[in-house]
């Protein structure tokens, strides 16, 4: 749990020695995945909510090189400001952004990295990355994927965008032994919508239960996390005939141009919000406090049973 590049708040350090329930949050979805002011607004109101629900949240960026777990309500607001400018860390960016003493938003891939670090098992957000559409010939995936095959967290979120070719993705995801698991559903989640044309692997109803099989897998040493897909709450979630044009439309207009790999995802959800306005926003911010909740209550279950496995004295 101590690491020399590794700042823990020491409000999560004393939990964590508790083996108390902590959320991990990450810090790209702030400055690159909503516009200001509603990213710092929403960042906030999510740890509050975790709290609410029992857990104690944790949200991680590197700031001036150090690995934070746990923010300042100062580095929040500074994420949130500097927006798309701030660097945007995934695995293959942090040992020069800890090199050179810079500030970045870390990714859900190197957010799970850190957390992994800390002993965090849990961690929240909106929409993982995936399989770019059209990958056969941009080989766009995110790093996402990789880190979920290797590093032991379970990662809450509504789905995946439709930005991604959700086939593709759930295709990568089952090579490298990633499952995906549906909270209260069989079909995947597509973050703005409930449902969308393909199946999770395994549908689970409960937090405990999907505690459960995380505590069963590290338990046997199958390294790697867990997509837990947590449907948009039926009250925000948008309807396929408004947002399925709204994300035709931006991918056009990104293949008219020419992008760096890692703009790509950043601009989609950009032009998505703008193209949409204040609705998606809305059901994104909706749906990301939904997860939280969620990932409370499966950070809580899971303390109790690895609490209870350990021996006595
Ligand atoms: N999808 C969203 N919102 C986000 C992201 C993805 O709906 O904020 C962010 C996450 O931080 C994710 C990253 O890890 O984009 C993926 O970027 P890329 O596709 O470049 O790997
Ligand atoms: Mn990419």
């Known amino acids: 749990m101590t690491h020399?590049?590794?700042?823990?708040?020491?409000?999560?350090?004393?939990?964590?020695?508790?083996?108390?329930?902590?959320?991990?949050?990450?810090?790209t979805?702030?400055?690159?995945?909503?516009?200001?002011?509603?990213?710092?607004?929403?960042?906030?109101?999510?740890e509050a909510e975790v709290r609410q629900h029992g857990a104690t949240p944790?949200?991680?960026?590197?700031?001036?090189?150090?690995?934070?777990?746990?923010?300042?309500?100062?580095?929040?607001?500074?994420?949130?400001q500097t927006g798309r400018d701030v660097v945007k860390v995934s695995r293959r960016d942090i040992p020069f952004t800890v090199a050179q003493a810079a500030t970045g938003a870390t990714t859900?891939?190197?957010t799970m990295i850190i957390a992994a670090m800390a002993g965090i098992r849990v961690f929240a957000t909106g929409g993982i990355g995936g399989v770019h559409r059209g990958a056969e010939r941009s080989f766009d995936i995110s790093a996402d994927l990789q880190e979920l095959a290797i590093t032991p967290v379970a990662v809450v979120c509504a789905g995946a965008k439709s930005i991604l070719d959700l086939?593709?993705?759930?295709?990568?995801?089952?090579?490298?032994?990633?499952?995906?698991?549906?909270?209260?559903?069989?079909?995947?989640?597509?973050?703005?919508?409930?449902?969308s044309d393909f199946k999770v692997d395994y549908r689970l109803d409960s937090a405990q239960a999907i505690a459960q099989v995380m505590h069963a897998k590290w338990a046997m040493d199958l390294h790697g996390g867990m997509?837990?897909?947590n449907p948009i709450p039926e009250a925000y979630a948008m309807q396929r005939s408004v947002i399925d044009p709204a994300i035709a439309q931006?991918?056009?207009?990104?293949?008219?141009?020419?992008?760096?790999?890692?703009?790509?995802?950043p601009f989609l959800l950009a032009r998505v919000n703008e193209i949409t306005g204040g609705h998606s926003l809305a059901a994104n911010i909706e749906l990301v406090l939904n997860n939280a909740r969620l990932a409370a209550a499966i950070a809580c279950a899971y303390?109790?049973?690895?609490?209870?496995?350990?021996?006595?004295?």
């Open 58 to 80: 944790a949200t991680i960026a590197i700031i001036r090189g150090r690995l934070k777990v746990g923010l300042s309500r100062e580095d929040i607001e500074y994420l949130g």
């Open 29 to 46: 979805i702030i400055s690159h995945g909503m516009p200001y002011p509603q990213n710092v607004a929403t960042a906030l109101r999510v």
């Open 4 to 27: 020399p590049y590794l700042d823990i708040h020491p409000d999560i350090a004393a939990v964590l020695q508790a083996s108390s329930p902590v959320v991990a949050l990450e810090s």
């Open 227 to 229: 997509v837990v897909a």
């Open 167 to 195: 086939g593709l993705t759930l295709e990568y995801l089952e090579t490298h032994g990633v499952p995906v698991v549906g909270y209260q559903t069989a079909t995947l989640p597509a973050f703005f919508t409930r449902d």
């Open 250 to 265: 931006a991918l056009r207009e990104a293949d008219a141009q020419p992008m760096d790999g890692k703009e790509l995802t």
């Open 108 to 110: 859900v891939a190197s």
């Open 303 to 313: 303390q109790g049973l690895t609490r209870s496995a350990q021996p006595a004295g």
